[in-house]
């Protein structure tokens, strides 16, 4: 047999590292060449990966939860063709020399230009189902443990002690009984990874929850979504919801609510989105200097519009919100201030104004906040942009966005509008030289031909780099952007 190990591939965008958060195979698994065979996570997007191997799976080496770095051996595929000893690996590729005879250049595992390796990161069907994986402990079937160990030295894991069945399992605890009442789990006595499906891991990590506090009620002690939101409810730590554009359930960095168990402190590991977020935001806010400047605008006719496009049949089939307009008038601005379409490339000591507008959508999402962008948007019509950002917002609510999709921005919209807010100072996404936040619409009594009356008013505010945007130029963009939105049909006249 030849044993071949799979390395974690560079997923590019300069990432050097990844979280395993799913197998989708178990030992034992056949695979073919292109089948999905992990989830990770990344600082920018969730990521399956397929196997550029086909045959069966002779071990996983590594687990759920760990972080990993770019060419560390993550699976071994025995491809059943013999040749004794696994071939040498490329940490860097992920790839064997075998493997570089037999893939052709562009194919999955194969050389593309410029020496990187085609991942193909993301692609294909799902083909199999999410299983859990043996408890560790377990020993694995003895002719696939000797034909490994044949070929490499697995990755050591840690020995969980068996529990002892013959021991009756801790009951479910009364919610509503005393705290020194509830007993503790089986599962974290005997210092056992507790067992439960992925999304119960997520929802217990979103509500600062150890798994192996909750007695599992499910078969074999699997723990539950009921059984986490249960332990909740009856103490442990939960938390507030939250949305946004593209938010699903909330952030997974909402604060916790702390109960009488004790606890004082919650610590959130600091890794994959918001690691990454926390780093460009210090960058920006440190490198360009910001000017923050405020109008209020009456959005009456931006109103009606949204409503009759509601009704119109061109929009039917999709969402139409007053962010559209806003989006559309960004465009529109932007076109007649290219300037503030630009970045500052400290390298060079140039100002690269862009010919295109990339227009990026703050999206609060369950993994963090994430800035996916609509490549080309002032190419769009009206319908295509509505197309392009509910796609984007159905994306990142389902922690799908690819890096490619966060990379190459070159302005923002964030909405804070969403959560009632009527404005703020936002800071810049690296590499931009604007961002505009979209405040709450509320009805308010307004002067109009010097008479007081109820109409729709918003706040926009424009953060922009005073390296490259001097007042001028800021102050003209943000003027624009309030005149398409307080008259609509000035976007005939300016198109």
């Not at 990521?47 to 002779?58: C, I, K, Q, S």
């Amino acid at each position: 047999m030849a044993v071949r190990q799979f390395n974690l591939p560079d997923p590019g965008e300069g990432l050097i590292e990844a979280d395993v958060v799913t197998w989708k195979v178990k030992v034992g698994d056949t695979v073919k060449v292109n089948d999905i065979i992990i989830e990770i996570e990344t600082a920018k997007s969730l990521v399956e990966l397929p196997v550029p191997y086909a045959g069966t799976v002779a071990a996983l080496l590594v687990s759920e939860g760990d972080t990993v770095a770019v060419g560390t051996p993550i699976i071994a595929v025995d491809d059943g063709l013999g040749g004794g000893a696994a071939p040498a690996t490329t940490a860097a590729s992920g790839r064997d020399e075998t493997a570089e005879e037999e893939i052709e250049a562009g194919k999955l595992g194969g050389v593309a230009p410029g020496g990187r390796v085609a991942v193909l990161v993301g692609y294909g069907p799902r083909t199999t189902e999410a299983k859990r994986r043996p408890r560790k402990g377990t020993a694995a079937p003895a002719p696939v443990t000797a034909q490994v160990n044949q070929a490499f030295t697995p990755v050591p894991e840690r020995v969980v002690p068996e529990l002892d069945v013959s021991e009756p399992v801790a009951p479910e605890p009364d919610v509503f009984a005393p705290v020194a009442a509830q007993p503790v789990s089986v599962l974290a006595a005997a210092g056992a990874k507790a067992l439960a499906k992925p999304p119960v891991r997520k929802l217990a990590k979103d509500l600062g929850i150890d798994l192996s506090q909750v007695p599992g009620s499910g078969e074999g002690g699997v723990v539950t979504r009921a059984d986490v939101e249960g332990y909740a409810a009856g103490g442990g730590s939960t938390a507030t919801t939250g949305g946004g554009a593209g938010a699903g359930s909330g952030s997974a960095y909402r604060s916790p609510v702390f109960s009488a168990r004790g606890e004082r402190e919650v610590r959130i590991p600091i890794k994959g989105v918001r690691k990454v977020t926390a780093q460009a935001m210090v960058g920006s806010a440190f490198t360009a200097p910001h000017v923050t400047e405020f109008i209020t605008v009456d959005v009456t006719r931006t109103m009606k519009l949204v409503e009759r496009l509601r009704t119109d049949r061109e929009f039917r089939d999709v969402k139409v919100s007053p962010l559209l307009v806003v989006a559309k008038a960004v465009l529109i601005a932007s076109r007649r201030n290219p300037g503030i379409n630009a970045t500052w490339d400290e390298a060079a000591q140039e100002i690269v104004v862009k010919g295109y507008v990339n227009l990026g959508i703050a999206a609060a999402t369950p993994r963090g906040l994430i800035v996916p962008n609509i490549k080309d948007a002032d190419q769009m019509s009206m319908r295509q942009l509505a197309d392009a950002m509910a796609n984007l917002v159905s994306t990142a609510r389902d922690g799908r966005t690819q890096p490619a999709d966060m990379s190459g921005g070159s302005i923002t919209i964030t909405n804070v509008g969403v959560f009632g807010v009527d404005t703020g100072t936002p800071i810049l996404n690296p590499g931009e030289a604007a961002i505009l936040c979209f405040g709450a619409v509320r009805q308010m009594p307004w002067v109009v031909k010097g008479k007081v009356k109820v109409r729709w008013v918003t706040q926009l505010g424009v953060s922009f780099d005073h390296r490259l945007v001097d007042g001028d130029l800021g102050s003209r963009f943000l003027a624009d952007v309030a005149a398409v939105l307080h008259d609509p049909g000035q976007a005939l006249v300016w198109g």
